[in-house]
């Protein structure tokens, strides 16, 4: 099917990371009762490590020698791969260290990831017990693909690496509202989307994205591009990207073509903050460059699309095809498709409405309901700009930083076990 895999060296050397506490406290029963045997007749020898605490796992592999590894497999929710990828991107090395071959286990409530590993698979849909025994065999087989990443700048100018989602409104709401109700497993989810649709709100922020080039259909000229607008240009610190506006999408839904006026800036205003956003304080540059996005305090590019609409119920852009065991949300997502899908629900949608979308979600149909408040783009970057004083935004399920955010798509940067 044209995916390029490589296999694990053998024998693998196994980094076993599993969280006793995620999911339904069960993830180290999971594993000596249905994943040991596997690895002991696959002969794929293994180190396990307990995490003790939060962040353990990340400062973990933030210092180990990672020669002595050939695989990190993470027995958890996607919350302990997040630290896991996270701790390797903050080492000096972390060019190396991010080849290092990834592997997910479900043992938690959130298993987005390994959902859509089984996905590309192309196996039909499983649950519990039947997931993790497939996540088990992907591992024992070893075969290696690459996966996309998505760096994150928040506003007090951390950057984080993100291989799920960013999500802010309805869904991170539920994300963290749910975690609650971890020890039901996975299904904390459903209940937690019908909590908060009795408590349906609406959250005012901007949105603006740099679409993806999709190819015109044949036929159609592009009109002529507006050429850029010269002291834009020299003020803006990124490349700049060929104008898009064309894109049939942003032409239909949007108002991308009309002047430099369609930009989004810092609420903050901080007028004599002009450098680069990959440019840390010391004046060291911060690898891997985000050459899309300029800095959170400038205004966006003229290649970008800005959305007019400014009331949303929900604002998802997610870079697999599950957000949980049962909510195919990105049905075309692949690993390394090196597109952010991004989702957004405007106000005015009806609670049934809502429902229905999520309902349809677990067979992917959520795009066939003909739903006039959804909009599905392919992106390449984003900025969202929450107006709201309060609410929740989450990167790969976990709670961040509540403020304007950008985000930017990195192909194939990690390496992923799967297939
Ligand atoms: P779940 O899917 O159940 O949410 P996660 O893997 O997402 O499982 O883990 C939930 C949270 O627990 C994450 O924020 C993770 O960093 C944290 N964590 C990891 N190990 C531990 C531990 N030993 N004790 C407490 N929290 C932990
Ligand atoms: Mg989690």
Same mark, same amino acid.
């Given at each position: 099917?044209?995916?390029?895999?490589?296999?694990?060296?053998?024998?693998? %050397?196994?980094?076993?990371?599993?969280n006793?506490?995620?999911?339904?406290?069960q993830?180290?029963? &999971?594993?000596?009762? @249905?994943? $040991?045997g596997m690895?002991?007749?696959?002969? !794929?020898?293994?180190?396990?490590?307990?995490?003790?605490?939060?962040?353990h796992?990340?400062?973990?592999?933030k210092?180990?020698d990672?020669?002595?590894w050939d695989?990190?497999v993470?027995?958890?929710?996607?919350?302990?791969?997040?630290e896991?990828? /996270?701790?390797?991107?903050e080492?000096?090395?972390? =060019?190396? *260290?991010? =080849?290092?071959?990834l592997?997910?286990?479900?043992?938690?409530?959130?298993?987005?990831?390994a959902?859509?590993? @089984?996905?590309y698979?192309?196996s039909?849909?499983? +649950? #519990?017990?039947?997931?993790?025994?497939?996540?088990?065999?992907? &591992?024992?087989?070893?075969?290696?693909?690459?996966?996309?990443?998505?760096s994150?700048?928040?506003?007090?100018r951390?950057?984080?690496f993100s291989?799920?989602? &960013?999500? +802010?409104?309805?869904?991170?709401d539920?994300?963290?509202?749910s975690?609650?109700y %971890? @020890?039901?497993?996975?299904?904390?989810f459903?209940?937690?989307?019908l909590? %908060?649709?009795?408590?349906?709100r !609406?959250? =005012?922020g901007?949105l603006?994205?740099?679409? !993806? /080039?999709?190819?015109?259909?044949?036929g159609k000229h592009?009109?002529?591009?507006?050429?850029?607008h010269?002291?834009?240009?020299?003020s803006?610190?990124?490349?700049?990207?060929?104008n898009?506006?064309l894109?049939?999408?942003?032409?239909r #839904?949007? /108002?991308?073509?009309?002047?430099?006026?369609?930009?989004i800036?810092?609420?903050? /205003?901080?007028?004599?903050?002009t450098k680069?956003?990959?440019?840390?304080s010391d004046?060291?540059?911060?690898?891997?460059?985000?050459?899309?996005?300029?800095g959170l305090d400038?205004?966006?590019?003229?290649s +970008?699309?800005?959305?007019?609409?400014?009331?949303?119920?929900?604002?998802l852009?997610i870079?697999q095809?599950?957000?949980?065991?049962?909510? +195919?949300t990105?049905?075309?997502a692949?690993?390394?498709?090196?597109?952010i @899908?991004l989702?957004?629900?405007t106000?005015?949608?009806?609670?049934?409405? &809502?429902?229905?979308?999520?309902?349809?979600?677990?067979k992917?149909?959520?795009?066939?309901?003909?739903?006039p408040?959804?909009v599905?783009?392919?992106?390449? *970057?984003l900025?969202l700009?929450?107006?709201s004083p $309060?609410?929740?935004?989450?990167?790969?399920?976990?709670m961040v930083e509540?403020g304007p955010? $950008?985000?930017?798509i990195h192909p194939?940067?990690?390496?992923?076990?799967?297939g």
């Open positions: 099917d044209g995916v390029m895999y490589t296999e694990l060296r053998r024998p693998c %050397r196994v980094m076993m990371l599993v006793p506490h995620s999911g339904r406290g993830a180290l029963q &999971l594993f000596t009762g @249905h994943i $040991q690895l002991t007749e696959a002969a !794929v020898p293994y180190t396990l490590v307990i995490t003790e605490h939060q962040n796992a990340r400062e973990l592999v210092k180990a990672l020669s002595q695989a990190l993470i027995m958890s929710g996607d919350g302990l791969l997040f896991v990828i /996270n701790g390797l991107m080492r000096e090395d972390w =060019q190396e *260290a991010i =080849q290092t071959p592997g997910i286990l479900p043992g938690g409530s959130g298993n987005a990831l959902a859509s590993v @089984h996905h698979s192309q039909s849909p499983a +649950w #519990n017990e039947e997931l993790l025994l497939s996540c088990g065999f992907m &591992l024992c087989k070893g075969l290696v693909g690459s996966m996309d990443l998505v994150i700048h928040l506003a007090s951390q950057r984080l291989f799920l989602s &960013l999500a +802010w409104g309805f869904v991170a539920v994300d963290i509202e975690e609650k %971890r @020890h039901v497993g996975a299904i904390r459903l209940m937690g989307t909590v %908060r649709l009795a408590s349906l !609406v959250y =005012q901007r603006a994205y740099l679409p !993806v /080039n999709e190819t015109l259909p044949t592009p009109p002529p591009s507006t050429p850029q010269p002291s834009l240009c020299s803006l610190p990124c490349q700049l990207i060929p898009t506006s894109n049939r999408n942003s032409r #839904n949007h /108002n991308s073509t009309n002047s430099n006026h369609n930009t800036t810092n609420s903050s /205003n901080n007028a004599i903050t680069r956003t990959e440019t840390q004046g060291k540059t911060e690898e891997p460059v985000d050459s899309l996005l300029p400038q205004p966006v590019p003229e +970008w699309t800005v959305v007019k609409e400014e009331d949303f119920v929900l604002v852009a870079y095809s599950h957000l949980a065991e049962d909510l +195919w990105a049905p075309g692949m690993a390394d498709d090196g597109l @899908h989702f957004y629900v106000a005015g949608i009806s609670r049934p409405a &809502l429902l229905r979308l999520f309902l349809a979600m677990e992917g149909a959520h795009l066939a309901c003909g739903c408040h959804l599905y783009e392919k992106v390449k *970057a900025r700009e929450p107006i $309060q609410g929740m935004i989450t990167v790969d399920g976990e509540y955010v $950008q985000a930017q194939g940067l990690a390496r992923l076990i799967c």
